[in-house]
């Protein structure tokens, strides 16, 4: 089938799809969930910390019935391994003790399998019927059943970085085309690239940017599960979070080595201060973290490598600037410093893209 054909077929898609004849799949009435759906993949993070604005913010734009005439769309953005799926996770929680009636999905959209899966997942919950069906398209199904079904819902769509998925319509794979629309929906995305909330024409009023943590839920983070003769003195534990940038991922990384090895936080600031090598070394150590997909590699190292990776690919001016400033201060780098380029409009969006 030609990509016209295809858009074809999917622009004018109506339910139940004319295959399915007289037996329709999901019938809204008939097949609507006795119990209020969850497909969420984690379990609560019991050693979730702090975060309380932010939550409290998410509590007010995402709930289905806090915009009551529109499907509204909401985005976490921020860099790898700044909290957001913990966010999310921890929002769907909340809505889920607050509104007891609402369906709660979640699609990790990592890549084109795992957002199938996610989505196979909630035709399953909801009862669509040839969701099994090899030739069932999976995807158009459960947008069809979310559109219609008179429930209210939360769809979480989690690491939605990759913005080559969400573009144009005329894209073969633009996953765009399977968002639903309900007046009784709401979609919440979290992602790394802010060109994503772009395209997703989400409201400026719905983008949250999430920043590294305040010193005292570091702090708070980094205490939990250490002993007291690793903690050591205040000094030691506020220049490692110093070190760590109040990172999650990376005050995660550190705890669960400490916690492993019995190290205290002075001889680990050591040893990542000793040398680039250590440090590598440290940053690159594989953890266990129930809180992430097992296909993600958590390692700190691998994270940014992965980043850099991605922004090398999709705008190879922003990578070098990346690289030129890595020799820098990290604050207030004026642009005339950066790598001269002809085109002023180029070098805007080198800049807006390297905010991984
Ligand atoms: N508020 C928090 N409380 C406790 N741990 C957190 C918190 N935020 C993040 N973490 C830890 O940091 C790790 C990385 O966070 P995550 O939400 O996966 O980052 P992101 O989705 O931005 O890449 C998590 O798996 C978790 O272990
Ligand atoms: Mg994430």
Not at 125 to 141: C, F, P, S, T, V
């Amino acid at each position: 089938m030609s990509i016209e054909q295809f858009h074809h077929v999917t622009n004018n898609y109506t339910y139940p799809p004319p295959h399915i004849g007289s037996h329709p799949t999901f019938d809204p009435h008939r097949d609507r969930p006795r119990t209020p759906c969850w497909t969420v993949p984690f379990g609560r993070n019991k050693d979730f910390v702090g975060r309380e604005t932010i939550l409290g913010q998410l509590l007010d734009m995402i709930p289905p019935n806090a915009d009551e005439d529109d499907c509204q769309r909401a985005v976490i953005s921020g860099l790898g391994g700044i909290g957001k799926t913990q966010i999310a996770l921890e929002a769907a929680f909340l809505v889920r003790n607050r509104y007891r009636d609402c369906h709660v999905f979640w699609v990790p959209a990592i890549n084109i399998t795992t957002f199938e899966n996610g989505y196979r997942e909630i035709g399953r919950e909801l009862n669509i019927q040839i969701i099994e069906n090899d030739k069932a398209d999976i995807k158009l199904l459960v947008k069809a059943a979310l559109s219609q079904i008179s429930d209210s819902w939360l769809l979480i769509i989690d690491n939605a970085d990759d913005a080559s998925f969400f573009g144009e319509t005329s894209e073969a794979t633009s996953l765009r085309d399977y968002l639903p629309f309900n007046l009784k929906g709401s979609i919440l995305f979290t992602t790394r690239n802010v060109e994503v909330s772009q395209k997703l024409d989400v409201r400026k009023e719905n983008l949250v940017l999430l920043t590294e943590m305040s010193q005292s839920e570091a702090t708070n983070m980094l205490q939990k599960g250490l002993s007291p003769h690793q903690m050591g003195d205040a000094q030691s534990l506020e220049s490692l979070l110093e070190f760590l940038t109040n990172l999650p991922l990376a005050i995660k990384q550190a705890s669960a080595y400490m916690i492993k090895t019995g190290m205290a936080i002075s001889q680990y600031l050591e040893y990542c201060r000793s040398s680039d090598e250590h440090l590598i070394n440290l940053l690159s150590k594989n953890f266990d973290d129930r809180a992430r997909y097992e296909t993600t590699q958590n390692p700190i190292a691998t994270t940014w490598l992965i980043s850099f990776t991605t922004i090398s690919r999709d705008n190879p001016l922003a990578a070098s600037y990346l690289k030129f400033v890595a020799f820098l201060a990290e604050k207030d780098i004026p642009k005339c410093l950066l790598p001269p380029t002809s085109d002023k409009l180029d070098e805007y969006e080198a800049i807006s893209s390297s905010a991984w």
